[in-house]
């Protein structure tokens, strides 16, 4: 009877930790579409689709070879920037040990 509520603590711990990662590892997946949102937003001529999620250096390879003549403005900028600091959390935070473990059992993948 003395270990019961010793392995019910244990599990607990271990759910919400999983709860809390998986949240945030959402979140921040959802930013990157938002993040692609706002961009596609800011210059539809990119032809960015809404809902997924775009690589900032496919983005500028774009912007380079459809519009050479107009400047990145620095809302733009500004996105771009988000977009690979948010990517770079994101896999970083994927990669670490016991948040890897949360990542595989959950699906999520590398940006």
């Avoid at 921040?28 to 938002?34: A, D, F, G, T």
């Avoid at 983005?59 to 459809?66: A, F, V």
């Avoid at 990517?87 to 590398?110: C, D, E, M, T």
């Amino acid at each position: 009877m003395g270990f019961i509520p010793l392995f019910i603590t244990a599990g607990g711990a271990c759910l919400l930790f999983f709860l809390t990662v998986r949240n945030n590892l959402l979140r921040k997946l959802n930013l990157q579409k938002e993040l692609t949102a706002n961009l596609n937003q800011s210059s539809p001529e990119l032809g960015l689709v809404p809902g997924e999620i775009a690589k900032p250096e496919e983005i500028l390879e774009k912007w380079k070879n459809q519009i050479p003549s107009k400047e990145i403005t620095k809302d733009m900028g500004n996105i771009l920037r988000g977009l690979k600091v948010n990517r770079y959390q994101y896999n970083q935070l994927i990669k670490k040990a016991p948040y890897n473990w949360v990542a595989k059992i959950g699906g999520f993948q590398p940006i």
